[in-house]
């Protein structure tokens, strides 16, 4: 099992594009999320999703948009690029009734 | 608010020394979460707990309810436990809250 995998592993942006990052997990967990990671604070929670077609949004979801049209897919979509975006993303997915969580490997972006 | 406070933020010590890294939160929680993250790499789950005490090999976590506090343990540490060590927090929910983790750095 290839567990939770993103794409891509590193984008370089300019202010203003577009572009989706793709999280696929292969364990038939139910729950999916989106962090980013920046210095000096901890993970945020961007959007996430508790099952396939929903999302709610978390901590940081400015800015941001998201689907879940496929279980094993979450996507997470930055309309219009902004430096403040970048950042290191995270994708992460869990069973129901386990707290665990399982991470990606991450995508470092970064807007100039 | 629901607050998760790590400390110290930077650790450093000789290989071979016992390492405490420490964790406190708010309110009370379903469940605390140990995460280990190497330079440049993803983030691995260590131990998950929701009381007492948990170990794997060098590394061991205890957790006291009544006080919010949980720490994480290193004995005999190794230059390759050098990583952000992170606690996390579900207060109640599917949601995680996390800390702004511990760097340790461990020389040979």
């Known amino acids: 099992n290839a567990g939770v995998t993103q794409t891509p592993k590193f984008r370089v942006l300019k202010t203003g594009q577009s572009m989706t990052l793709l999280c696929a997990q292969d364990?038939?967990?139910?729950?999916m999320y989106w962090y980013r990671q920046d210095p000096g604070m901890g993970l945020r929670l961007i959007h996430y999703?508790?099952?396939?077609?929903?999302?709610a949004k978390g901590e940081v979801p400015d800015g941001y948009n998201v689907s879940r049209l496929k279980k094993q897919n979450f996507l997470l979509g930055l309309e219009s690029a902004a430096p403040s975006q970048t950042s290191v993303y995270f994708c992460?997915?869990?069973?129901?009734?386990?707290?665990?969580?399982?991470f990606g490997p991450g995508t470092r972006l970064t807007v100039t | 608010k629901n607050e998760v406070e790590q400390s110290p933020q930077n650790l450093t010590a000789q290989e071979g020394e016992f390492i405490t890294i420490n964790c406190s939160y708010s309110?009370?929680?379903?469940?605390l979460h140990w995460l280990q993250q190497h330079p440049g790499g993803g983030i691995v789950s260590l131990f998950m707990?929701?009381?007492g005490k948990k170990k794997h090999g060098r590394l061991i976590a205890t957790i006291n309810i009544q006080e919010k506090h949980s720490s994480l343990h290193i004995t005999a540490s190794h230059p390759r436990d050098s990583a952000v060590y992170i606690c996390?927090?579900?207060?109640?929910?599917?949601?995680?809250?996390f800390g702004t983790g511990t760097r340790l750095t461990i020389i040979p």
């Open positions: 992460a997915s869990k069973p129901s009734g386990s707290y665990e969580q399982y």
């Open positions: 364990m038939n967990h139910e729950y």
């Open positions: 999703s508790v099952g396939e077609g929903t999302t």
């Open positions: 309110v009370g929680i379903s469940a």
């Open positions: 707990l929701s009381s």
């Open positions: 996390a927090v579900n207060f109640g929910n599917e949601k995680l809250t």
